[in-house]
């Protein structure tokens, strides 16, 4: 299969990570967003809202989507489980694995950035921005952790939780975010980032990382 | 159950359309999102994002983020099924369900519009912000659904795509959008809106529509 991302994406890093952990192989192509590579018609024939990633299976089957990826990911390869048995236990990690791919990466990312430059500001509103959007929303992920024991956000395992927090952890540590109040996180942090599949998938590992 | 929420937020609506298609009852708590009733410690207590909404159980239990929700409604009660048995049918509905839920709504959110305005623009560049992400993601919608089959986003019977679909046609409409090239949306609205859960779900029908 084949991940259509950039080595700085979120969310391609997600699927980078998963598909690490899910012990199956893939090759890379790169779109560099700054330069618009991924709103070329030919990749927007793959993905119409032309975001990365796009997953491209063998049979030349589109999935685009992170979070929905990974849930395919987790129903036709099961092991090892990203998601806990219990139904409770899985939505309250999906409802983390959510606030950060619903509530901080969206309003963070690229297109959002260059939408408020263009309303005339400059890159340090920018980065303001960026970073209280990160600030803020992991603040709350740390509050959604504190009763759950570690050393991943929920256990002695990672799992969806542990993949979208950590690409995002890069992005707040890019936009120079305080990790001071953020013990759950950080600890968290530690323990995906030990793990050789999370390693691999780190943005400067990638073929495509400048 | 108790849904805290508010009658015009769009993630409140999902879960109000989607309670009713599983035939839940429910009670609410309405929270002004302008008046920051989201953010008074004693709701913080129940979702540290401030965020609306929250699905408080009868023991008690405080879930949050509509779509892990919505998740574990479809779990605990099957029927009827708000997502279909195949793996990647179940994929394509997600990731038409995120697109909106990721890349629309939570960038037109009042959060983010109260945001834009603080960086001291008018309400009418506001509302040009919230156009402009509602028409380029529906947009978007439109297309992942161009080689399925209606009246609803996919087939004969309302998915996740549905439920998060109809509330965001309610901001689009609201921020001023234009329909006109939404042929297969325009239809998913029709048929669902022709469906009791859905219209017990309408925000003006709610006890604390203004």
Same mark, same amino acid.
């Given at each position: 299969m084949r991940l259509h991302g950039f080595f700085r994406s979120g969310a391609s890093y997600r699927l980078r990570i998963a598909l690490a952990l899910k012990g199956m192989p893939f090759d890379q192509t790169s779109y560099v967003l700054r330069h618009g590579d991924q709103r070329q018609p030919a990749y927007l024939e793959k993905n119409p809202q032309g975001l990365v990633p796009t997953l491209e299976l063998d049979d030349g089957t589109l999935m685009t989507q992170s979070l929905a990826i990974l849930e395919w990911l987790e129903e036709t390869? &099961?092991? &090892?489980?990203?998601? &806990?048995?219990d139904p409770m236990a899985r939505a309250r990690v999906r409802a983390f694995a959510l606030a950060i791919a619903c509530d901080v990466h969206p309003v963070q990312n690229l297109g959002v950035l260059n939408a408020v430059k263009a309303l005339g500001h400059t890159d340090a509103d920018v980065n303001d921005w960026a970073r209280r959007v990160n600030q803020q929303g992991l603040d709350a992920c740390e509050k959604l952790l504190s009763n759950t024991k570690g050393p991943f956000c929920f256990g002695d395992k990672p799992t969806l939780a542990d993949i979208c927090l950590i690409p995002q952890l890069a992005n707040a540590r890019r936009f120079g975010?305080?990790?001071?109040?953020?013990t759950r996180l950080n600890e968290a942090e530690a323990a995906c980032n030990a793990l050789p599949a999370f390693q691999s998938a780190l943005p400067e590992r990638q073929p495509d990382a400048e």
């Open positions: 390869h &099961p092991e &090892p489980a990203l998601l &806990p048995k975010c305080d990790f001071s109040g953020w």
